[in-house]
Protein backbone atom coordinates (compact mmCIF):
# COMPACT_ATOMS: atom_id res chain seq x y z
CA UNK A 1 0.00 0.00 0.00
CA UNK A 2 0.90 3.57 -0.55
CA UNK A 3 2.19 5.54 2.36
CA UNK A 4 3.10 9.46 2.58
CA UNK A 5 4.73 10.42 5.64
CA UNK A 6 5.36 14.12 6.67
CA UNK A 7 8.09 14.24 9.46
CA UNK A 8 7.34 17.70 10.47
CA UNK A 9 4.35 17.66 12.95
CA UNK A 10 4.38 21.24 13.11
CA UNK A 11 6.58 24.31 11.20
CA UNK A 12 6.86 27.91 12.42
CA UNK A 13 7.84 30.78 9.55
CA UNK A 14 8.33 34.80 10.38
CA UNK A 15 6.07 36.59 7.88
CA UNK A 16 7.97 37.28 4.65
CA UNK A 17 10.32 34.62 5.18
CA UNK A 18 10.57 31.44 3.29
CA UNK A 19 9.77 27.98 4.83
CA UNK A 20 9.73 24.20 3.44
CA UNK A 21 7.43 21.54 4.36
CA UNK A 22 8.68 17.89 3.64
CA UNK A 23 7.00 14.80 2.10
CA UNK A 24 8.25 11.42 1.35
CA UNK A 25 6.58 8.65 -0.66
CA UNK A 26 6.41 5.15 -0.76
CA UNK A 27 5.53 3.94 -4.03
CA UNK A 28 6.01 0.93 -6.28
CA UNK A 29 4.35 3.01 -9.62
CA UNK A 30 6.42 5.00 -12.17
CA UNK A 31 2.74 7.27 -12.72
CA UNK A 32 1.62 9.08 -9.97
CA UNK A 33 0.30 12.29 -8.98
CA UNK A 34 1.16 14.00 -6.00
CA UNK A 35 -0.63 17.17 -4.21
CA UNK A 36 -0.47 19.34 -1.28
CA UNK A 37 -3.43 20.57 0.54
CA UNK A 38 -3.83 23.10 2.54
CA UNK A 39 -6.77 23.27 5.41
CA UNK A 40 -7.30 26.51 7.39
CA UNK A 41 -8.65 26.00 10.65
CA UNK A 42 -12.35 25.09 11.05
CA UNK A 43 -12.17 25.54 7.01
CA UNK A 44 -12.22 23.02 4.35
CA UNK A 45 -9.26 21.53 2.35
CA UNK A 46 -8.27 23.49 -0.66
CA UNK A 47 -5.59 22.35 -3.28
CA UNK A 48 -2.25 24.21 -3.14
CA UNK A 49 -0.61 22.69 -6.14
CA UNK A 50 -0.04 19.36 -7.65
CA UNK A 51 2.90 17.53 -9.41
CA UNK A 52 2.52 14.55 -12.07
CA UNK A 53 5.23 12.03 -11.66
CA UNK A 54 6.14 12.20 -15.40
CA UNK A 55 7.27 15.38 -15.63
CA UNK A 56 10.33 16.67 -14.74
CA UNK A 57 9.77 20.27 -13.95
CA UNK A 58 9.11 21.07 -10.65
CA UNK A 59 5.52 23.13 -10.38
CA UNK A 60 4.99 26.18 -9.22
CA UNK A 61 2.03 28.41 -7.91
CA UNK A 62 2.45 32.13 -7.01
CA UNK A 63 4.67 32.36 -3.86
CA UNK A 64 4.43 28.11 -3.67
CA UNK A 65 6.47 25.76 -5.41
CA UNK A 66 7.22 22.42 -4.86
CA UNK A 67 10.89 19.94 -5.17
CA UNK A 68 9.98 16.54 -6.20
CA UNK A 69 12.81 14.25 -6.25
CA UNK A 70 10.95 11.18 -8.00
CA UNK A 71 14.22 8.36 -7.38
CA UNK A 72 14.16 9.96 -3.63
CA UNK A 73 10.64 10.00 -3.39
CA UNK A 74 10.20 13.28 -2.32
CA UNK A 75 7.72 15.92 -2.54
CA UNK A 76 8.83 19.39 -0.33
CA UNK A 77 6.71 22.37 -0.84
CA UNK A 78 8.49 26.02 -0.60
CA UNK A 79 6.12 28.74 0.70
CA UNK A 80 7.91 32.07 0.25
CA UNK A 81 6.52 35.25 0.98
CA UNK A 82 5.01 33.80 3.98
CA UNK A 83 1.89 35.32 4.55
CA UNK A 84 -0.58 35.59 7.52
CA UNK A 85 -3.10 33.92 6.05
CA UNK A 86 -0.81 30.86 4.84
CA UNK A 87 -1.31 29.84 8.37
CA UNK A 88 -3.06 26.26 8.02
CA UNK A 89 -2.36 22.20 8.11
CA UNK A 90 -0.81 21.07 5.15
CA UNK A 91 -1.53 18.02 3.94
CA UNK A 92 0.73 16.02 1.15
CA UNK A 93 -1.33 13.53 -0.93
CA UNK A 94 -0.62 10.72 -3.38
CA UNK A 95 -2.62 9.55 -6.17
CA UNK A 96 -1.93 6.63 -8.35
CA UNK A 97 -2.07 7.28 -12.10
CA UNK A 98 -6.01 7.25 -13.70
CA UNK A 99 -6.15 3.82 -14.66
CA UNK A 100 -5.93 2.76 -11.36
CA UNK A 101 -7.82 3.73 -8.28
CA UNK A 102 -8.88 7.16 -7.24
CA UNK A 103 -8.22 7.38 -3.92
CA UNK A 104 -5.98 9.90 -2.57
CA UNK A 105 -3.55 8.78 0.03
CA UNK A 106 -3.00 11.70 3.03
CA UNK A 107 0.40 11.96 5.16
CA UNK A 108 -0.21 13.49 8.47
CA UNK A 109 0.15 16.80 7.52
CA UNK A 110 2.05 19.83 9.46
CA UNK A 111 0.69 22.33 11.07
CA UNK A 112 2.10 25.95 10.10
CA UNK A 113 1.93 29.01 11.87
CA UNK A 114 2.86 32.51 10.69
CA UNK A 115 4.37 34.64 12.98
CA UNK A 116 3.96 38.55 12.72
CA UNK B 1 -21.09 26.70 -8.44
CA UNK B 2 -21.32 26.61 -4.63
CA UNK B 3 -18.89 23.84 -4.16
CA UNK B 4 -19.19 20.99 -2.02
CA UNK B 5 -21.69 20.81 0.94
CA UNK B 6 -22.14 18.82 3.64
CA UNK B 7 -24.87 18.52 6.07
CA UNK B 8 -25.19 18.14 8.91
CA UNK B 9 -21.70 20.62 9.72
CA UNK B 10 -21.47 18.79 13.31
CA UNK B 11 -23.65 15.83 15.02
CA UNK B 12 -23.59 14.37 18.29
CA UNK B 13 -24.84 11.58 19.14
CA UNK B 14 -25.13 8.55 22.05
CA UNK B 15 -23.34 5.49 21.34
CA UNK B 16 -25.77 3.12 19.52
CA UNK B 17 -27.52 5.29 17.58
CA UNK B 18 -27.44 5.53 14.00
CA UNK B 19 -26.40 8.58 12.28
CA UNK B 20 -26.80 9.52 8.34
CA UNK B 21 -24.66 12.19 6.36
CA UNK B 22 -25.58 14.09 3.54
CA UNK B 23 -22.95 14.80 0.18
CA UNK B 24 -23.67 17.37 -2.15
CA UNK B 25 -20.75 17.68 -4.93
CA UNK B 26 -19.98 20.13 -7.29
CA UNK B 27 -23.12 19.90 -9.96
CA UNK B 28 -21.40 18.68 -12.88
CA UNK B 29 -18.73 16.04 -10.65
CA UNK B 30 -19.43 12.54 -11.47
CA UNK B 31 -17.09 11.13 -8.93
CA UNK B 32 -17.59 11.26 -5.01
CA UNK B 33 -15.67 10.47 -2.37
CA UNK B 34 -15.91 9.51 1.44
CA UNK B 35 -12.98 10.34 3.65
CA UNK B 36 -12.90 9.82 7.39
CA UNK B 37 -10.31 12.44 9.08
CA UNK B 38 -9.37 11.81 12.96
CA UNK B 39 -7.91 14.59 15.26
CA UNK B 40 -3.99 14.37 14.66
CA UNK B 41 -4.16 12.51 11.06
CA UNK B 42 -4.75 12.86 7.49
CA UNK B 43 -8.33 11.92 5.86
CA UNK B 44 -8.42 8.03 4.98
CA UNK B 45 -10.08 7.03 1.96
CA UNK B 46 -13.80 5.41 2.80
CA UNK B 47 -15.74 4.60 -0.56
CA UNK B 48 -15.23 6.25 -4.05
CA UNK B 49 -18.74 6.00 -6.41
CA UNK B 50 -18.25 6.63 -9.79
CA UNK B 51 -22.12 8.54 -10.93
CA UNK B 52 -24.50 5.96 -8.91
CA UNK B 53 -22.14 3.20 -8.85
CA UNK B 54 -20.29 2.18 -5.79
CA UNK B 55 -16.37 1.67 -7.02
CA UNK B 56 -14.16 1.01 -4.28
CA UNK B 57 -14.70 0.60 -0.13
CA UNK B 58 -11.59 0.55 1.87
CA UNK B 59 -11.61 -2.17 4.83
CA UNK B 60 -12.07 0.76 7.20
CA UNK B 61 -16.00 0.92 5.89
CA UNK B 62 -17.08 -1.80 8.30
CA UNK B 63 -20.73 -3.56 7.99
CA UNK B 64 -22.06 -0.69 10.11
CA UNK B 65 -20.92 1.23 7.55
CA UNK B 66 -22.99 2.40 4.13
CA UNK B 67 -22.96 4.54 1.35
CA UNK B 68 -25.53 5.89 -1.22
CA UNK B 69 -25.46 7.54 -4.02
CA UNK B 70 -29.08 7.36 -5.87
CA UNK B 71 -29.08 8.98 -9.53
CA UNK B 72 -25.58 10.06 -9.27
CA UNK B 73 -26.20 13.27 -7.50
CA UNK B 74 -26.11 14.21 -3.73
CA UNK B 75 -24.70 11.02 -1.56
CA UNK B 76 -25.12 9.70 1.83
CA UNK B 77 -23.56 8.02 4.41
CA UNK B 78 -24.71 6.24 7.54
CA UNK B 79 -23.33 4.85 10.33
CA UNK B 80 -25.40 2.41 12.15
CA UNK B 81 -24.97 1.41 15.89
CA UNK B 82 -22.39 4.01 16.43
CA UNK B 83 -19.51 3.29 18.95
CA UNK B 84 -16.86 5.70 20.43
CA UNK B 85 -14.27 5.21 18.02
CA UNK B 86 -16.32 6.80 15.38
CA UNK B 87 -15.87 10.32 16.44
CA UNK B 88 -14.23 11.63 13.38
CA UNK B 89 -14.40 14.45 11.02
CA UNK B 90 -16.10 12.79 7.90
CA UNK B 91 -15.34 14.46 5.01
CA UNK B 92 -16.78 14.52 0.90
CA UNK B 93 -15.17 15.50 -2.16
CA UNK B 94 -16.19 15.13 -5.58
CA UNK B 95 -14.02 15.70 -9.06
CA UNK B 96 -14.92 15.23 -12.42
CA UNK B 97 -14.19 11.83 -14.82
CA UNK B 98 -11.75 12.85 -16.98
CA UNK B 99 -9.73 14.91 -14.90
CA UNK B 100 -6.39 13.21 -13.08
CA UNK B 101 -5.94 16.28 -10.88
CA UNK B 102 -7.58 17.41 -7.32
CA UNK B 103 -10.57 16.63 -5.65
CA UNK B 104 -12.66 19.21 -4.20
CA UNK B 105 -13.44 18.93 -0.54
CA UNK B 106 -16.54 19.93 1.31
CA UNK B 107 -16.02 21.53 4.79
CA UNK B 108 -16.70 18.27 6.68
CA UNK B 109 -19.20 16.50 9.20
CA UNK B 110 -17.81 16.36 12.88
CA UNK B 111 -19.05 13.74 14.48
CA UNK B 112 -19.12 12.84 18.70
CA UNK B 113 -20.42 9.99 19.94
CA UNK B 114 -20.64 10.19 23.65
Known amino acids: AQTVTQSQPEMSVQEAETVTLSCTYDTSESDYYLFWYKQPPSRQMILVIRQEAYKQQNATENRFSVNFQKAAKSFSLKISDSQLGDAAMYFCAYRRSKNTGNQFYFGTGTSLTVIP | DTGVSQDPRHKITKRGQNVTFRCDPI?????LYWYRQTLGQGPEFLTYFQNEAQLEKSRLLSDRFSAERPKGSFSTLEIQRTEQGDSAMYLCASSLQGTVYEQYFGPGTRLTVT
Open chain 2, 27 to 31: SEHNR
